[in-house]
Each structure stands twice: as structure tokens, then as C-alpha cells.
Nanobody
Framework: QVQLVESGGGLVQAGDSLRLSCAASGRTFSSYAMGWFRQAPGKEREFVAA????????YYLDSVKGRFTISRDNAKNTVYLQMSSLKPEDTAAYYCAASGRYSGYVLRTQYDYWGQGTQVTVSS
């Protein structure tokens, strides 16, 4: 079992930056690939970014490439999502998730554990 707790969300203006954190407890954090998803009101939860166990590979939703950066610190059992040049369309609840898979990280079904989410609101 892995418990995930997100933090760092808030209300920002377009063009601002924000860093989300996700602290993990329970089983060995480094045993899991980690991902970030988001869900806007009335929309499906969508993949945003993922990072492999040792941080060697990262994956991004096309619309966030160049603006968002996923990273992890296995010593701190934490994964981060650095978001810059935020846009109103980035407004959503952001969730981190842990996957025991060794490939394929863009589908919700590929993740085993989820956090409760943190809200990000970007005003224009």
C-alpha cells in the first residue's frame, strides 16, 4: 500500500509558475513510476506527466511540453510537478499516482495508487 498526499496548489494568474509536490509513504517509493493527472470540471481525468523509477525517463502531455517539468527525489519520497507559463486551461484538480508497471504510463488504469488531489486555478 502506498499513500500519496499532494500539496502546492492554489490560485495564480496566467503566466505565473507553481510547483506541486506529492509525498509518498508506505511501500518503497523508488519501486514505483509516478505520474500526474488532472481533471477539470465536467471533463475526464487526463494524463499530464510521468517519470520512471530512477527519473531517467519522463513523459508529457503535448500541451504542457516545455512548460511543465516532472521530477522526483527518491530520498525524500516525493515527486514534483513544476509548472510555468500557466494558462487558464491548466485549471484543474491535479492528482499524483503511483504505478508498478515498467512501461505505459498515460492511462489511469496503469496506476495502482492515487492521491486526493490539489486544486490549481489560473485566472486570465
Amino acid at each position: 500500500q502506498v499513500q500519496l498526499v499532494e500539496s502546492g496548489g492554489g490560485l495564480v494568474q496566467a503566466g505565473d509558475s507553481l510547483r506541486l509536490s506529492c509525498a509518498a509513504s508506505g511501500r518503497t517509493f523508488s519501486s514505483y513510476a509516478m505520474g500526474w493527472f488532472r481533471q477539470a470540471p465536467g471533463k475526464e481525468r487526463e494524463f499530464v506527466a510521468a517519470i520512471t523509477r530512477n527519473g531517467g525517463n519522463t513523459y508529457y502531455l503535448d500541451s504542457v511540453k516545455g512548460r511543465f517539468t516532472i521530477s522526483r527525489d527518491n530520498a525524500k519520497n516525493t515527486v514534483y510537478l513544476q509548472m510555468s507559463s500557466l494558462k487558464p486551461e491548466d485549471t484543474a484538480a491535479y492528482y499524483c499516482a503511483a504505478s508498478g508497471r515498467y512501461s505505459g504510463y498515460v492511462l489511469r488504469t496503469q496506476y495502482d495508487y492515487w492521491g486526493q488531489g490539489t486544486q490549481v486555478t489560473v485566472s486570465s
